[in-house]
T-cell receptor, first 114, second 114 residues
Framework: EAGVTQFPSHSVIEKGQTVTLRCDPI?????LYWYRRVMGKEIKFLLH????????ESGMPNNRFLAERTGGTYSTLKVQPAELEDSGVYFC????????????FGPGTRLLVL | AQSVTQPDIHITVSEGASLELRCNYS??????LFWYVQSPGQGLQLLLK??????LVQGIKGFEAEFKRSQSSFNLRKPSVHWSDAAEYFC????????????FGTGTRLTIIP
């Protein structure tokens, strides 16, 4: 069974540009999470989808970030316009049933904003 | 609000030596506790988790952790480390039912010397 996949693995963009990150969860997992790790700091929660609905978006830093999950399958996270402080590693995770299920993480997308 | 503290940013141990990584959490109710490991170029892999029951939990790769409610701790241990254990280790706490985001510590980077 394929794990959580993320694309691209790396992205280098200039300040003010737009970047879209993609996450494909494990097949059949209704729950999808986005997290971010800024260099040297802790991994922080961004948001949680249950199927196509946003269950919790309390961690989204500002309105430059837009997450979608059309059809309850893959998800995209768009940053527009990107700022220097958006640099970091963006992780996606999925789980089958929220509450007592393990969150399985993808390898992350390393974003560098110059 | 829940929080996790990993007081050791970087630990170096000799191959074959024992290991203990510290984790302290703050959470008002019964926590769900996790240890994840990230090897270079890889995503986060779950080592073990504690939900309830026996306070000593066994994980993969020979790791174990002990939940101590009185100390608000969930330290990770391994009796004899291998060079392949070199990685970054993250402790995380999850809330109970209905709120599924994980709160992570800042991580402990483990270096193994021959």
């Amino acid at each position: 069974e394929a794990g959580v996949t993320q694309f691209p693995s790396h992205s280098v963009i200039e300040k003010g540009q737009t970047v879209t990150l993609r996450c494909d969860p494990i097949s059949g997992h209704d729950n999808l999470y986005w997290y971010r790790r800024v260099m040297g700091k802790e991994i922080k929660f961004l948001l949680h989808f249950v199927k196509e609905s946003k269950q919790d978006e309390s961690g989204m830093p500002n309105n430059r970030f837009l997450a979608e999950r059309t059809g309850g399958t893959y998800s995209t996270l768009k940053v527009q316009p990107a700022e220097l402080e958006d640099s970091g590693v963006y992780f996606c995770a999925s789980s089958q049933e929220a509450g007592r299920e393990t969150q399985y993480f993808g390898p992350g997308t390393r974003l560098l904003v110059l | 609000a829940q929080s996790v503290t990993q007081p050791d940013i970087h630990i170096t141990v000799s191959e074959g030596a024992s290991l203990e990584l510290r984790c302290n959490y703050s959470y008002g109710a019964t926590p769900y506790l996790f240890w994840y490991v990230q090897s270079p170029g890889q995503g986060l892999q779950l080592l073990l988790k504690y939900f309830s029951g026996d306070t000593l939990v066994q994980g993969i790769k020979g790791f174990e952790a002990e939940f101590k409610r009185s100390q608000s701790s969930f330290n990770l241990r391994k009796p004899s480390v291998h060079w392949s254990d070199a990685a970054e280790y993250f402790c995380a706490v999850g809330a109970n039912f209905g709120n599924e985001k994980l709160t992570f510590g800042t991580g402990t980077r483990l270096t193994i010397i021959p």
